[in-house]
């Protein structure tokens, strides 16, 4: 199975000793020098935050993609677009996943139906609200996908839909902990999804941002020229990153970020 990390420590694979980092390179050209040249600890759960079309999915899905390549099988867990619609779109950025997925290098988790459940669900003797039974569902939906084909990578997307379930930020905090407890004991390297509710060097920091081990942020500066879209490694515990906001943009490969170029 793969690695877990406990605050900055590495319990790896066969083979690599205690407190010892590897890293699972992100596949994305140019975001890997923002990150020491080597990307994201393997182990850590990063939350990616932006914008509807920054293109959070695609820059998780060519992370997955490249995982592949590399013998690091993935998980893709939807928890509100059906896999063909997601397959179908990543071929319009040049991401072709299907025989990844054919061979079970990769596994796209359509979890969505869970939150069609019922109010209430009895299990056994015990009647469960349903709020709980789709925290504790999702995280075993993931446990059984990442297990049957030993994943390394996983990819949730959108927390937005997960915290959908939660009305106050209370309970969001907790759920958020909660998913987290449930998932790191697989030591995957994650990406968290999630949208990006204010922008700007004086906006308010989201909950999420102070759980996680790591955050990315994806956003659009308005400059002389127009709009820019622009990347951020806003935190990377333990790496020595690059905290400035650089352009990146769509090609038919997927999303290249200019790690020498700044936004003015």
């Known amino acids: 199975m793969c690695s877990t990390v406990y605050y900055g420590m590495t319990f790896g694979r066969v083979g690599s000793s205690v ?10 050209p140019g975001l890997e020098e923002m990150l020491e040249g080597r990307g994201i600890p393997k182990g850590y759960n990063v939350v990616v935050m932006g914008s509807p079309g920054a293109g959070k999915t695609t820059l998780a899905l060519q992370f997955l993609n490249h995982g ?19 397959v179908r779109n990543m071929k319009r ?44 569902a999702l995280i075993t939906a993931i446990k059984t996908h990442v297990q049957d084909i030993d994943a390394e990578r996983l990819v949730i997307d ?9 009305p106050r930020e209370h309970e969001r905090r907790t759920a958020f902990m909660d998913l987290l407890e449930g998932i790191t004991p697989l030591g995957c390297t994650t990406l968290l999804l999630t949208e990006l509710r204010m922008s700007g060097l004086h906006r308010q920091y ?18 002389s020229a127009g709009v820019v879209q622009a990347i951020r490694i806003e935190k990377m515990r333990g790496v020595s990153h690059d905290v400035e906001a650089h352009p990146y943009k769509f090609t038919p490969n997927g999303i290249v970020v200019f790690p020498t170029e700044k936004v003015l």
């Open 93 to 136: 950025v040049g991401l072709d996943l299907d025989a990844h997925i054919a061979e079970k290098r990769l596994s796209i988790v359509d979890s969505s139906p869970i939150r069609s459940l019922p109010g209430e669900v009895r299990v056994g003797a015990l009647s469960i609200g349903k709020r709980d039974f789709s925290l504790a």
């Open 158 to 166: 959108p927390l937005t839909s997960f915290f959908l379930q939660f």
């Open 206 to 223: 989201q909950f999420e941002e102070y759980i996680s081990e790591g955050v990315i942020l994806m956003m659009r500066y308005q400059t």
């Open 68 to 86: 592949c390549g590399k013998g690091e099988n993935g998980v893709y867990v939807s928890l509100d677009e059906k896999p063909m619609n997601i």
């Open 19 to 28: 407190g010892e980092i590897r890293f699972a390179s992100t596949g994305v």
